[in-house]
């Protein structure tokens, strides 16, 4: 089964730092780039941007550009979102997603494999 | 950057009526787009990908239409488990961007 599997729910303080991550199976995760969408409370869904694993080619939604950095780790199948310093405006909940429906590779294919989020709660 | 509209933000339909949402994008992007469903606390799903091909899975009462700026996403006999947050995407160019979503209640 391909599977998209999340790190868990965190309650931080504003300035903190975090790093969340994303862990690809059931394919070979080098061969997909992976997206990251946060999803705000009562908001729609935003793209901030995505990774290659394969060699950490990144796209950044101008929006998140310096606010927040994607890596990866393509030798355990795992992609990773973080933050330096967290704002309470950074709460939310942030999903990461595999452009594969086509298996084209590329980053404009349909968001096919999500995972299942990971709730950010930022309060003093 | 490519924005994207959808109406109605919110609409509620009895059981086995036919629902349409639109979702306008802000210059044309061929068929480059892509419906959503979404429950509370799940992901999103696909549902409709290239504007209008059903992704393996989806109940064929689901149906996407539209190119250039004008999409529609039609369910065309409503069920109960359709009640959920329903958002369009464009994926024609970077940044990717959604729709700001249609509530669905199931009356």
């Known amino acids: 089964e391909v599977r998209l599997v999340q790190s868990g729910a965190e309650v931080k303080k504003p300035g903190e730092s975090l790093k969340i991550s994303c862990q690809g199976s059931?394919?070979?995760?080098?061969?997909?780039?992976v997206a990251w969408v946060r999803h705000l409370p009562g908001k729609g869904l935003e793209w901030m941007g995505i990774?290659?694993?394969?060699?950490?080619?990144?796209r950044y939604n101008p929006s998140f550009k310096g606010q927040v950095t994607l890596s990866a780790d393509k030798t355990i199948s795992a992609a990773y979102l973080q933050w330096s310093s967290l704002q309470v405006s950074d709460a939310g909940t942030y999903y990461c997603a595999r452009p594969g429906r086509s298996g084209s590779g590329s980053y404009y294919d349909a968001l096919d494999i999500w995972g299942q989020g990971t709730m950010v709660t930022v309060s003093s | 950057d490519i924005q994207m509209t959808q109406s109605p933000s919110s609409l509620a339909a009895s059981v086995g009526d036919r629902v349409t949402i639109t979702c306008q994008a802000s210059q044309d992007i061929s068929t480059a787009l892509n419906w959503f469903q979404q429950k509370p606390g799940k992901a999103p799903m696909l549902l409709i990908y290239d504007a209008s091909q059903l992704q393996t899975g989806v109940p064929p009462r689901f149906s996407g239409s539209g190119s250039g700026t004008h999409f529609t996403l039609t369910i065309s006999s409503l069920q109960p488990e359709d009640a959920a947050t329903y958002s369009c995407?464009?994926?024609?160019?970077?940044?990717?961007?959604f729709g700001p979503g249609t509530l669905l209640h199931i009356k």
């Open positions: 990774i290659y694993p394969d060699d950490s080619d990144t």
């Open positions: 995407q464009q994926s024609d160019l970077l940044p990717l961007t």
């Open positions: 059931g394919y070979t995760f080098t061969d997909f780039w």
